[in-house]
């Protein structure tokens, strides 16, 4: 048997990171080689219990807070004992042993858990044991941390060309699945963790691009259902020169019922956003174009009729039978008039405002203008 390497103080301390392997350009550095094959099984029976205390940790902060009635304390708020973290470890491995056993009266193939709590543990051995295997767990996600890049690189064609955030998204993503597979891997079914977490990586990456890449959010088996609607219809239009099949001919194709297919369907539409944002160029009459703005712009609001619309064309067209009228006028005249009538700024200015701002009198200013002053 090889010699098992021990664990190292930076073991305990370096939490795991995905970022910390990765470069300014996202490319791999420093990554350690993969482990033997009796180190690695020795790691995850030590990394077996630290997750069960951390899962132990967690149940009683969720019974403490339950009789408190809090529901927004952390882990970090209670304490616990080493007899009580061992109590609950025992209590849980006993639960699991009573499913296995249901398990296999119905025929089902179990895998009994690795891991051993011994009968008596005085606190020193337990955080000992504690220490030991929060270094394992970390070593072994440090050692293994190159599957991330492997299957985030392959299952994302855009990659090379996508930015450091994004990346570091999906990286993440990648990460909580590798942390899945250590907590989850039994070194007794003849396989490296490599091979075993490879699949786990894999579903939270493609889990998080089914959900992030939309920008509407829609369930994971409508979007399985989306893409084969995709295919089928692919298919269908190739083998009936072009022509799009109906929700009838998918369900024959795909041997679903006709209210699966309009369902994926539907949510296709919907999958199909667009943001109020983007530019929008509305056409005008005699075949101009208006300048571009938001399509926030054109879009009716719900509190407001069709009346409402027509009072806004309306006002828009007088608007533009004013401005040509107006542009024969002498332009001091034209903004006189389009002050006296609210043209301007929506407000109708009094005449005596007018001649304040371009400091004529009154007199001078109907003169000029030839419109009657109304007395009071």
């Known amino acids: 048997m090889a010699p098992v390497n021990g664990l190292t103080g930076q073991d305990l301390v370096q939490s795991p990171s995905v970022l910390r392997g990765m470069s300014p350009s996202g490319t791999m550095i420093g990554l350690p080689a993969a482990l033997e094959r009796d180190e690695e099984a020795q790691l995850v029976r030590e990394a077996l219990f ?31 004992t080493s007899e009580e973290l061992l109590r609950q470890m025992r209590r849980q491995t006993a639960l699991d042993e009573v499913k296995a056993a249901n398990a296999r009266k119905h025929g089902k193939q179990v895998v009994e858990p690795p891991l051993h709590i011994p009968e008596e543990m005085c606190d020193m051995e337990f955080r000992l044991a504690h220490a030991r295997g929060r270094a394992a767990y970390n070593k072994l996600f440090l050692h293994n941390q190159r599957i991330i890049y492997y299957e985030v690189n392959k299952m994302w064609p855009n990659w090379s060309r996508a930015t450091v955030m994004e990346k570091a998204d999906f990286l993440q993503e990648g990460a909580q699945g590798l942390l899945r597979a250590i907590r989850l891997f039994d070194a ?59 929700d009838d001919a998918l369900a024959h194709m795909l041997q ?24 929008f160029t509305a056409p005008m009459l005699g075949g101009s174009t208006a300048a571009p703005s938001p ?79 109304r007395r009071s």
């Not at 979007?223 to 239009?237: G, P």
């Not at 006709?258 to 539409?269: C, D, I, N, S």
């Not at 200015?349 to 109907?366: C, G, K």
Request: charge should be positive.
């Open 295 to 373: 399509l926030l712009n054109s879009v009716a609001s719900s509190k407001h009729g069709g009346a409402a619309a027509e009072n806004v064309v309306y006002a828009a067209q007088l608007r533009h039978t004013l401005s040509d009228a107006m542009k024969e006028r002498d332009p001091r005249r034209s903004q006189i008039t389009r002050l006296k009538f609210g043209l301007e700024d929506g407000v109708e200015w009094s005449y005596a405002q007018i001649a304040q701002r371009f400091n004529v009198s009154l007199p001078r200013l109907t003169q000029h203008n030839a419109v009657p002053v």
């Open 256 to 279: 679903w019922p006709t209210g699966r297919v309009q369902a994926a369907r539907k949510g296709l539409a919907s999958a199909e956003a667009t943001s109020l944002d983007a530019d």
């Open 50 to 80: 630290f997750v069960a205390t951390t899962d132990a940790q967690r149940a009683l902060t969720a019974a403490a807070c339950a009789n408190s009635g809090s529901e927004s304390s952390s882990e970090g708020d209670y304490i616990f």
């Open 188 to 246: 007794r079914r003849g396989v490296r963790l490599s091979t075993y977490a490879s699949w786990h990586v894999r579903a939270f990456v493609l889990r998080a691009l089914r959900d992030k890449s939309h920008i509407v959010r829609l369930p994971q088996l409508l979007q399985q259902d989306m893409s084969q609607i995709k295919r089928a219809r692919y298919r269908y239009a190739v083998d009936n020169q072009g022509h799009l099949p109906s």
